[in-house]
């Protein structure tokens, strides 16, 4: 697809904890696109989510919604370890992901889809500083230790946190082709790491 003639409807998953580069990284890039994306926020409950930094952003819409979704961005960040107790979330979550056309994952984002269910059968990544965490929680998913971000079918997962701007321009690449990325990268004032295995922090964290 080298155009893109309708705005993607992009919803994005956030929970209290959420990590803020892994949620706006991908957003600023995917924001780059023309026409502009539709961007949405989604929670388990709507309303005011405070992030791992600090700083609240507003969920106007619930994630057990069922508004047609282009990709839904699932971040991480050290909330996720509640969420993975949480089996309305999960199931939610497992429902929407089931739906979207795409979904993207971002550092510990990837624990959430793989304890609820979706990632089963599939390649998968994540932060390299919890890759063995998160990979204890889906023993039929093949975890790939060094990795930027695996591509595999529907589901694009990324390692951590600046990883997920990587991965977007590459969902960007993939949907709309090499100008399309180019530009957004150019917009941005980004140098894009275009090679998924390019991964200097698996061999920091003793994964290669």
């Known amino acids: 697809m080298s155009a893109n003639p309708q705005p993607l409807q992009v919803g994005t998953v956030l929970f209290d904890g959420f990590e803020l580069l892994d949620a706006f990284g991908p957003l600023e890039m995917l924001g780059m ?31 057990a919604g069922e508004t047609p979704l282009d990709i839904l961005l699932v971040p991480g960040g ?67 230790p060094e990795a930027r971000w695996v591509e595999d079918g529907k589901y694009f997962t990324s390692s951590g946190v600046s990883a997920g701007m990587d991965m977007a321009l590459g969902l960007i690449h993939h949907l709309f082709g090499p100008e399309a990325c180019a530009e957004a990268a150019s ?19 003793g994964l290669s």
């Open 78 to 144: 050290m909330g996720t370890r509640r969420e993975l107790g949480n089996p309305a979330f999960l199931d939610a979550l497992r429902r929407r992901s089931e739906t979207a056309k795409i979904v993207a994952s971002v550092c510990t984002g990837s624990a959430l889809l793989a304890k609820a269910g979706v990632l089963e059968g599939r390649r998968a990544t994540t932060n390299k500083r919890a890759f063995r965490f998160v990979a204890s929680l889906g023993a039929n998913v093949t975890w790939v």
């Open 187 to 205: 917009r941005a004032e980004y140098e894009w790491h275009s090679d998924k295995g390019w991964d200097p922090f698996a061999k920091q964290n």
């Open 33 to 63: 696109l023309k026409p502009a994306p539709v961007l949405s926020m989604l929670a388990e409950h709507p309303g005011s989510i405070r992030s791992n930094q600090g700083p609240c952003c507003v969920a106007e819409a619930p994630l």
